[in-house]
């Protein structure tokens, strides 16, 4: 695996810092103690959430220090909670020793950074409900220029380097650069392999793919969009980007995110979705809102602009975007 361009340096530290992170979360979740919180939003978080962003986000500045970072948490919580603000910071030092309370805050905050020409993205776990759970979760790390991912680095601890979800995998790391490809290799170690997107071009061989969250999506419409196209069904339910990553290795064919009906309004996090997009795009397949237009990036955290998001092997793109039109259109009032 070689990178060429000038993207060459900014992939070797992504992956570098993935691989670091992810080590340090399965430290974490297999440790019997692992307590996690509550954030404003309901959503769960707990201590490795804090310590991966914090070693990104403290590499980040010593590496290209000129870059902003959108991350999605921040100092606030370790503030109000100085147990949790002890837990993360003994986990940071497992990795940087000199690390001080001080300094974790100061890294974590960096990533209240704004979209401009040139920054980064991070989800320190995204998954968090996997993570604790034991199942899947990932680290998910992007570069960003002129609103567009160039850079991609993900590490999948629950994922085996042929992108099947396993309970015995030793995890595996993925990157990708725009115009350059995609690679899987072992979250340690060598032996990367190039990801290819599945050659499936039958809606009803297509092998789909869900969130493991029901208030994530719409049930009722995604089982009528099922229905239209005759496909495999029930779905296979995993957390995090590591849909993006089982689609790109050509375990699977389609996710497809609805909008939950309890959320009509709900958009897509930037973090969540911009490293996975270019890794299924550099496996050759396609990544749309459920209009069929392209992520917009540029909005800030939130993708405000775009409705839902369809990911596929490209092969099946139109067809099921057909299909959620009419489902759509048929089923709102």
Not at 146 to 155: E, H, K, P, S, W
Request: hydrophobic share 45%.
């Amino acid at each position: 695996m070689m990178f060429l361009d000038h993207h060459a340096a900014e992939a070797e530290f992504a992956l570098r810092a993935v691989r670091a992170a992810g080590r340090l979360c399965q430290v974490v979740r297999q440790d019997a103690q692992r307590p996690s919180l509550s954030k404003a939003d309901a959503s769960p978080v707990t201590e490795a959430d804090f310590a991966s962003q914090a070693l990104i986000a403290g590499w980040l500045a010593e590496t290209f220090p000129a870059d902003p970072l959108i991350a999605e948490e921040d100092s606030r919580m370790l503030e109000s909670n100085p147990g949790l603000a002890k837990r993360a910071l003994a986990r940071v030092r497992q990795v940087r020793p000199e690390a001080n309370i001080r300094r974790v805050m100061i890294w974590l905050d960096r990533g209240g950074g704004r979209v401009s020409d040139r920054f980064w993205t991070l989800d320190p776990i995204d998954g968090t409900k996997g993570f604790v759970r034991g199942d899947q979760y990932v680290v998910a790390l992007a570069l960003l220029e002129a609103g567009r991912v160039a850079v991609a680095a993900v590490a999948a601890p629950m994922l085996g380097i042929d992108l099947r979800p396993r309970p015995d995998t030793f995890g595996c790391a993925v990157v990708a650069v725009r115009g350059q490809g995609a690679w899987a290799m072992p979250l340690d170690g060598s032996g990367e392999r190039r990801l290819k997107v599945s050659d499936c071009h039958m809606p009803s061989e297509a092998r789909v793919l869900c969130s493991a969250e029901d208030q994530h999506t719409d049930p009722k419409r995604l089982h009528l969009v099922a229905e239209r196209l005759d496909l495999s069904w029930p779905p296979t339910a995993l957390d995090s980007q590591a849909k993006y990553l089982v689609i790109a290795g050509g375990q699977a064919e389609l996710l497809i995110r609805l909008l939950p009906t309890a959320k009509p309004d709900y958009k897509e996090k930037l973090w969540d979705v911009a490293a996975g997009a270019l890794v299924v795009e550099e496996a050759g397949g396609r990544v749309t809102d459920l209009r069929g237009r392209p992520l917009d990036l540029t909005t800030g955290r939130e993708l405000t602009r775009n409705c839902g998001s369809l990911i596929s092997n490209g092969h099946l793109h139109d067809a099921v975007l057909s299909a959620v039109s009419a489902v759509l259109t048929e089923t709102t009032p």
